[in-house]
């Protein structure tokens, strides 16, 4: 399998533009998780699912942010309007009922 | 409720010494432990786990951690550190049960001197 596979890598915008970042987990993994990293608070949980279904979205930090996860071989993370402050590199990780999470490469997102 | 503390922000040893990285957690329940590995602008690889199992985990490149209840403690060693060994480093918990939520400690910058 080839991973988790997240896209874009790097995605540089303006404050106010909409962003989509995509997530296409390992094939059988029941869980899906959306991290976000940044120096000030580390790594962050913003929302997982279990079988296309969102389980917990407690750290999504506003309105701004939504996820989906239309079926088990793709989700979005998206932030309309994006701000300065959600600059940060985006984690998508999956598992199985092991919990063993496979993380992506990440994207990293800058908004000037 | 869950978190991490990783003493130290950045430990530093010489090529071929022994790797001593802390962890302590807390956890309401029996947790579930991680060690994840982060190379510059990659993701993050899981180098080991506990889960309730034997106490002693090993783990790939020659680490190897222990969960010691009593101490609440899950520290990762490596008896001989190689220049490869150099990223940050993550432990991170999961409450027991139903839970599948990673909380993650703020991580150990590992420079290895040669």
């Known amino acids: 399998d080839a991973g988790v596979i997240q896209s874009p890598r790097h995605e540089v915008t303006e404050m106010g533009q909409e962003v989509t970042l995509r997530c296409k987990p390992i094939?059988?993994?029941?869980?899906l998780f959306w991290y976000r990293q940044t120096m000030m608070r580390g790594l962050e949980l913003l929302i997982y699912f279990n079988n296309n279904v969102p389980i917990d979205d407690s750290g999504m930090p506003e309105d701004r942010f939504s996820a989906k996860m239309p079926n088990a071989s793709f989700s979005t993370l998206k932030i309309q309007p994006s701000e300065p402050r959600d600059s940060a590199v985006y984690f998508c990780?999956?598992?199985?009922?092991?919990?063993?999470?496979?993380f992506g490469q990440g994207t990293r997102l800058t908004v000037v | 409720a869950q978190s991490v503390t990783q003493l130290g922000s950045h430990v530093s040893v010489s090529e071929g010494a022994l790797v001593l990285l802390r962890c302590n957690y807390s956890?309401?329940?029996?947790?579930?432990l991680f060690w994840y590995v982060q190379y510059p602008n990659q993701g993050l690889q899981l180098l080991l786990k506990?889960?309730?199992?034997?106490?002693l985990v090993k783990g790939i490149n020659g680490f190897e951690a222990e969960f010691k209840k009593s101490e609440t403690s899950f520290h990762l060693t490596k008896p001989s550190a190689h220049m490869s060994d150099a990223a940050e480093y993550f432990c991170?918990?999961?409450?027991?049960?139903?839970?599948?939520?990673?909380?993650f400690g703020k991580g150990t910058l590992l420079t290895v001197n040669p």
């Open positions: 956890s309401s329940v029996p947790p579930y």
């Open positions: 094939s059988g993994h029941d869980y």
């Open positions: 506990y889960t309730s199992a034997a106490t």
């Open positions: 990780a999956s598992s199985l009922v092991d919990r063993e999470a496979f």
């Open positions: 991170a918990v999961i409450d027991g049960g139903s839970n599948y939520k990673l909380t």
